[in-house]
């Protein structure tokens, strides 16, 4: 599976931004699609995850009810729409897959190569 994030940029405070991770490989809808990022000077941290069918997601306490994971199976590609932005968000954004179908914990084996997003005040 190859997969290729897009949509970063750049946005002020409060704004919002859609994420799109399009992926290869006719394997798609039995991997759990994820997002994660990093911010300069910090560690990778996951931040959202959908399991292959859509019907279950978790997300980082630091996003609850601003950000929202999505998947479309028949496009092969994920979505983070991302809401209310705040400057503590700026990072470069990853998505992964990992083929557990419902398991976020399960090391992901795919990765994209990240997009920025910068959020200003």
């Known amino acids: 599976v190859q997969l290729q994030a897009s949509g970063g940029g750049l946005v002020q405070a409060g704004g919002s931004l859609r994420l799109s991770c399009a992926a290869s490989g006719r394997t798609f809808s039995t991997y759990v699609m994820a997002w994660f990022r990093q911010a300069p000077g910090k560690e990778r941290e996951f931040v959202a995850g959908i399991n292959y069918s859509g019907g279950r997601t978790k997300y980082a306490d630091s996003v609850k009810g601003r950000f929202t994971i999505s998947r479309d199976n028949t496009k092969n590609t994920a979505y983070l729409q991302m809401n209310s932005l705040k400057p503590e968000d700026t990072a470069v954004y990853y998505c992964?897959?990992?083929?557990?179908?419902?398991?976020?914990?399960?090391?992901?084996?795919?990765w994209g190569q990240g997009t920025l997003v910068t959020v200003s005040s």
């Open positions: 992964a897959a990992n083929p557990s179908m419902n398991d976020y914990n399960r090391r992901y084996d795919y």
